[in-house]
Antibody, heavy 122, light 108 residues
Framework: QLQLQESGPGLVKPSETLSLTCTVS??????????WGWIRQPPVKGLEWIGN???????YYNPSLKSRVTISVDTSKNQFSLKLNSVTAADTALYYC??????????????WGQGTLVTVSS | SYELTQPPSVSVSAGQTASITCSGD??????VCWYQQKPGQSPVLVMY???KRPSGIPERFSGSNSGNTATLTISGTQIIDEADYHC???????????FGGGTKLTVL
C-alpha cells in the first residue's frame, strides 16, 4: 500500500517560489506502475491538476501553469518535488501529491497524500 | 483546453437514488473517473473507466458515460455518502488531466 506525505513551507510570499516535496513509502518511486503528480484545491473550490512525472523524468504539465511549474524526481530519496514560481494569492491552496496509474483509459489517481496547505501572503 | 462541468450541488433523500452529472464536449469518447471527498479528507477513487468500481467501493455506486455526459449513480443513498464528488477525464490529444468543479451531495 503506497503512502505519500507532502512537506514544505506553509507560507510563501508573493512573487517568490513555492517548493514542496512528496516522500513515497510502500513502493519504489522507480516503479513502472505509477506516475507521480501534484494536484491542488483552493479553499472551498474544486481540484486542479498541476502536473505529473514518471520516474524516468517524463513530465506533463497543466497548460495554464506550465510556464511557472517544475516537477522533478529524486529516485535516491524516493521523493518527487514541485516548484511553482512567481506565486500570487491565487496560488493559495491545499496541495496534494498523488500516485497515478496510467493505462489506455488515461491517468487516474490511485493514491493521495493528506495534503498540505500553502498560503501566499506577505 | 478541455472543460468538465458539474452541478454545484445535488440533494437526495436517504434511501433514494442520487445522480451526479459531469458534462464535456464528446465526453463519451473519453474515459471518466470519479472521486469522493469527505470534509477534511483526501479524495478517494470510487469509479474508473466510466463504470468500474475499485476494490472496497460498495455496489450501490455505478457509473455511465455517453454523448456529452457522464453520470455517477448512487442507489439507496446513505448518510455516509454525503460528500463532494469530483469527475475527472483525460484529454487524449494533450495528455492533460482535467477535473470538474465538484458537486456537493447532501443526503436529507
Amino acid at each position: 500500500q503506497l503512502q505519500l506525505q507532502e512537506s514544505g513551507p506553509g507560507l510563501v510570499k508573493p512573487s517568490e517560489t513555492l517548493s514542496l516535496t512528496c516522500t513515497v513509502s510502500g513502493d519504489s518511486i522507480s516503479s513502472t506502475s505509477y506516475y507521480w503528480g501534484w494536484i491542488r484545491q483552493p479553499p472551498v473550490k474544486g481540484l486542479e491538476w498541476i502536473g505529473n512525472i514518471y520516474y524516468s523524468g517524463t513530465t506533463y504539465y497543466n497548460p495554464s501553469l506550465k510556464s511557472r511549474v517544475t516537477i522533478s524526481v529524486d529516485t535516491s530519496k524516493n521523493q518527487f518535488s514541485l516548484k511553482l514560481n512567481s506565486v500570487t494569492a491565487a496560488d493559495t491552496a491545499l496541495y496534494y501529491c498523488a500516485g497515478l496509474s496510467y493505462d489506455s483509459s488515461g491517468f487516474r489517481v490511485e493514491y493521495w497524500g493528506q495534503g498540505t496547505l500553502v498560503t501566499v501572503s506577505s | 483546453s478541455y472543460e468538465l462541468t458539474q452541478p454545484p450541488s445535488v440533494s437526495v433523500s436517504a434511501g433514494q437514488t442520487a445522480s451526479i452529472t459531469c458534462s464535456g464536449d464528446k465526453l463519451g469518447d473519453k474515459y471518466v473517473c470519479w472521486y469522493q471527498q469527505k470534509p477534511g479528507q483526501s479524495p478517494v477513487l470510487v469509479m474508473y473507466q466510466d463504470n468500474k468500481r475499485p476494490s472496497g467501493i460498495p455496489e450501490r455506486f455505478s457509473g455511465s458515460n455517453s454523448g456529452n455526459t457522464a453520470t455517477l449513480t448512487i442507489s439507496g443513498t446513505q448518510i455516509i455518502d454525503e460528500a463532494d464528488y469530483h469527475c475527472q477525464a483525460w484529454d487524449t490529444s494533450t495528455a492533460d488531466v482535467v477535473f470538474g468543479g465538484g458537486t456537493k451531495l447532501t443526503v436529507l
